[in-house]
């Protein structure tokens, strides 16, 4: 049941569910157009896995494979993307150094409930981002093989901006459990796929949704899809 103060909150919208990218479906018909109307602030990929996908203050970026940003029209198309219009509900400050360990533990603790799905943007300078990309992919080739070509690379004493989301655990066939976020710079000329963070000084801003809108691809490949992969092995060997 939705309480009144969730009454005309923005929805998490997922374009697809993440089961299809994971069984190697990685074209769809979704615009980027259609999902910046869904909001201002998101993630995800492109068609073919062509880069990594950044929404943030309604422009979108693609994360190329050596980590360079570039703006996106509207008319590329996404076999997978997540968005919403985000203000912040919290904020909350870091004004000191701390491991990838020990901010992943204040990011929990800044989670009200683990079964809530919420949008977070990280806005400051780090230490050390450790981030990915991917080259182009064929069709149907398992999400999973894919973390044999990806590129990685670290960010060191950069400031920047990240863009995610927390999904609960029951909702992993939809979206990735957990946190996602993209890692874009400040000059928004270089980012990726985040793998690892080191914060310096930073301010954290959460939003919880109180809905999800999943879309359901009228392509083949979707319409046809039969479960045969290991979601969370998957996406471990692939998100983290």
Known sequence: MTSNKDTGRPPVYISAPIA???EGIYRADTTIGHVREKGNHGLGTFNDLDGELLMIDGTVYCLRPEGDAEIIGDDIKTP???????TGDTEEVF?????AHEFEAQLHDLI???????????D???DRVRARSVPKQSNYVPLAEVAKVQT?????DVEGSMIGFYTPTFLDSVHVPGFHMHFITSDRSRGGHVMGIAPRAVTVRLQH????????????????????RDIEADLEKVER
């Open 20 to 22: 299809a990218l994971v």
């Open 80 to 86: 997978f993307a997540v968005a919403t219009h985000f």
């Open 95 to 99: 004004d000191r150094p701390l491991t």
């Open 112 to 122: 009200p409930s683990k079964n809530l799905i919420y949008s977070i943007r990280i």
């Open 124 to 126: 400051g300078t780090f």
């Open 152 to 156: 990685i690379f670290d960010f060191t």
């Open 209 to 228: 949704a109180p809905s999800v809108e999943l879309g359901l691809p009228l392509t083949l490949d979707f319409l046809t899809m039969e479960r045969t």
